[in-house]
């Protein structure tokens, strides 16, 4: 129970990896707010979570003995982001711990015949919504005087990976933002790190080989090279795992780290 007592927010929690962060963090003690966007984005072509989902991981993390609310908020929109932590506030009075998880992919198009209303929304999810969400839970760790934000990129946030362009260029400033972050927040006692999965086993992802028409084995094949070591998905649970550990005190001293899950170091520069 490294996190009893602490109270963890955690964005796109209606499936994936989302509701697995929300279970391990609840299964160490923390009580749980998490939200989803609930709606399908017609530009991405996959569906995305809904309500009953975002039900099931509540119940699920009641379940475990902690308490819970599940709100449905968009987390590229400022007053449903800021709505959303008020009422983390009223039930709870903190927010220990925040992970920004919420994150789509267009996969399989070439740079060039990605539309702008495509662009937007990878950019506006991904790296606007987990600045939105730094941007209203800050100040209340800064009272606190304490807090740790971990921030859900990926490997393509550290190469760069064929026909994945907006995603990759989201991830490679989530991680610009996970280093400014760090540098403001250590002295004020917060830490800031990120993950850089590989490729996790989640409907996001299957959805968008199914979109293309592809397996994940083939696009391994034709865009990852060497990128994935060994070559498999990699089960949500064992990102949670670093999120549990990146969420507790046994990682006091880390500062806007980008920790590679699942990858081959040798691709990095």
Not at 89 to 99: A, S
Not at 117 to 132: A, H, R, Y
Not at 165 to 179: E, N, Q, V
Request: aromatic letters at 4%; proline letters at 4%.
């Amino acid at each position: 129970m490294k996190l009893e007592g602490k109270v963890a927010m955690v964005t796109g929690g209606g499936r994936g990896m989302g509701r697995s962060h929300c279970l391990a963090l609840a299964r160490e003690g923390a009580d749980i707010v998490t939200f989803d966007i609930c709606k399908d984005l017609p530009p991405l072509g996959y569906s995305l979570s809904r309500n009953e989902e975002l039900d099931e991981t509540v119940g699920q993390v009641k379940a475990l003995g902690r308490k819970a609310i599940g709100l449905i908020a968009d987390v590229s929109k400022a007053q449903e982001v800021k709505g959303v932590v008020d009422r983390a506030i009223d039930k709870f009075g903190k927010i220990d711990i925040l992970v920004n998880n919420a994150g789509i992919a267009l996969i399989g198009t070439p740079f060039h015949e990605v539309t702008e209303e495509q662009w937007d929304m990878i950019l506006n999810v991904n790296l606007k919504g987990s600045w939105l969400c730094c941007k209203y839970v800050i100040p209340h760790m800064i009272k606190q005087k304490r807090g740790k934000i971990i921030n859900i990129a990926s490997h393509c946030g550290l190469i760069g990976i064929a026909t994945i362009g907006p995603y990759t260029c989201a991830k490679h400033g989530i991680i610009g933002l996970t280093r400014t972050l760090a540098a403001e927040l250590a002295p004020l006692g917060i830490n800031v790190n990120a993950i850089c999965p590989a490729a996790v086993d989640t409907p996001m992802l299957s959805k968008s080989f199914e979109q293309i028409g592809m397996t994940f084995e083939e696009a391994e094949k034709e865009w990852g090279g060497a990128s994935v070591v060994p070559h498999e998905l990699i089960p949500p649970e064992d990102i949670s795992k670093v999120v549990v550990w990146l969420a507790s005190e046994d990682s006091r001293f880390l500062h806007g780290r980008s920790i590679l899950v699942g990858a081959s170091t040798g691709l990095i520069p």
